[in-house]
């Protein structure tokens, strides 16, 4: 069974603090790693990740994949209010008989930045 | 503009009764899902569509039920089986390209409360 294991569950910091969040992983076939930010509504998508120790950056994010090891993070520098959100880690894998992909999503952390 | 849309945003139900939650895209994609997120959890697959009249049972398909009629809607049918119906729907779209990386792109989601 595909597992997604994230960590911390939940974490509190001041703005202008760096945080790092984690994600490991238990799939079989896997195709890509893709990271979502979820406030009061519906995830957004950050990042997708497919090799290996190519870091991804987007503002104040960044994402990278370590396919060795089988996990991911997500750092966010010079944290701001309004990155506190839950952040969900999901998997994508292959489905059996090459019919499509499917994502398994991890449980999230929980992000408060305080003022 | 292209997109998914959910409704209703709030929708309140009697214990017994069936409701029918709307997912309709019009972004061309072939696969669509319906996932389920409560407190402190992440996302839970309910049901799949890879193609119009075909869609599979996902992790927690109990108590629910799918129609794919047609390319553009997954309606969501929570039945009265459900155990413990409360919780925050999320419909997803993706172009299915079997073996390719697909994103998936969220609704705004629909949170149903049963009283």
């Known amino acids: 069974e595909d597992k997604v294991v994230q960590s911390p569950l939940s974490l509190v910091v001041h703005e202008g603090d760096t945080v790092t969040l984690n994600c490991s992983y238990e799939v079989t076939n896997f195709r890509s790693l893709l990271w979502y930010k979820q406030e009061k509504k519906a995830p957004t998508f950050l990042f997708m990740l497919t090799s290996s120790g190519i870091e991804k950056k987007s503002g104040r994010l960044s994402s990278i994949l370590d396919k060795k090891e089988l996990f991911s993070i997500l750092n966010i520098t010079a944290t701001q209010t309004g990155d506190s959100a839950v952040y969900l880690c999901?998997?994508?894998?292959?489905?059996?008989?090459?019919?499509?992909?499917?994502?398994?999503f991890g449980g999230g952390t929980r992000l408060m930045v305080k003022p | 503009d292209g997109g998914i849309t959910q409704s209703p945003k709030y929708l309140f139900r009697k214990e017994g009764q069936n409701v029918t939650l709307s997912c309709e895209q019009n972004l061309n994609h072939d696969a669509m899902y319906w996932y389920r997120q409560d407190p402190g959890q992440g996302l839970r697959l309910i049901y799949y569509?890879?193609?119009?009249?075909?869609?599979q049972k996902g992790d927690i398909a109990e108590g629910y039920s799918v129609s794919r009629e047609k390319k553009e809607s997954f309606p969501l049918t929570v039945t009265s089986a459900q155990k413990n119906p409360t919780a925050f729907y999320l419909c997803a779209s993706s172009i299915q390209q079997g073996g390719g990386r697909d994103t998936q792109y969220f609704g705004p989601g629909t949170r149903l409360t049963v009283l």
């Open positions: 999901a998997v994508e894998a292959l489905i059996h008989n090459n019919a499509g992909n499917m994502l398994t």
């Open positions: 569509s890879q193609i119009v009249n075909d869609f």
